[in-house]
């Protein structure tokens, strides 16, 4: 069970890069600083859909302003580290995104519109498009 649980976290931060992103609307930005809940991440080879109501646990990812990351399942720390971003990644001859790296891990394109974040794996074929939400402080 500890496997699968730092499996889907590292699932979670490489989602896929399959995501349709035509239809979303609201402005786009880098701004990543804060903390941001999970909603629901959808791939993997069966194309399943996972959320904290299906799986009975919730993750949230938190960015601070000097690069440092920290994700929770639930009140338990499970990854930390540094993160970092790159603008306009030319992944090919017509696609540019940003991407965003954790540690060692392999990076996510990311875009965030309206407080919410997409992740979206760019170099896994079957991994997963994850999306958070902005949680606003108190």
Request: glycine letters at 8%; proline letters at 3%; aromatic letters at 14%.
């Amino acid at each position: 069970m500890k496997h699968f649980i730092l499996l889907f976290a590292a699932l979670a931060l490489l989602s896929v890069s399959s995501c349709n992103k035509e239809g979303l609307s609201g402005p786009t930005s880098t701004q990543i600083t804060g903390s941001w809940r999970w909603v629901k991440s959808v791939g993997g080879i069966g194309g399943v859909t996972l959320t904290p109501q299906s799986t009975g646990y919730a993750f949230t990812q938190i960015y601070a302003a000097d690069s440092t990351f920290k994700m929770y399942k639930k009140d338990t720390l499970t990854l930390s580290g540094k993160f970092s971003i790159t603008k306009n990644y030319k992944y090919s001859a017509t696609e540019t995104f940003d991407l965003l790296k954790i540690n060692d891990l392999n990076p996510t394109a990311f875009t965030i519109r309206n407080d919410t974040l997409y992740q979206n794996d760019v170099f896994i074929s079957d991994g997963f498009s994850t999306v958070y939400v902005r949680v606003k402080p108190d």
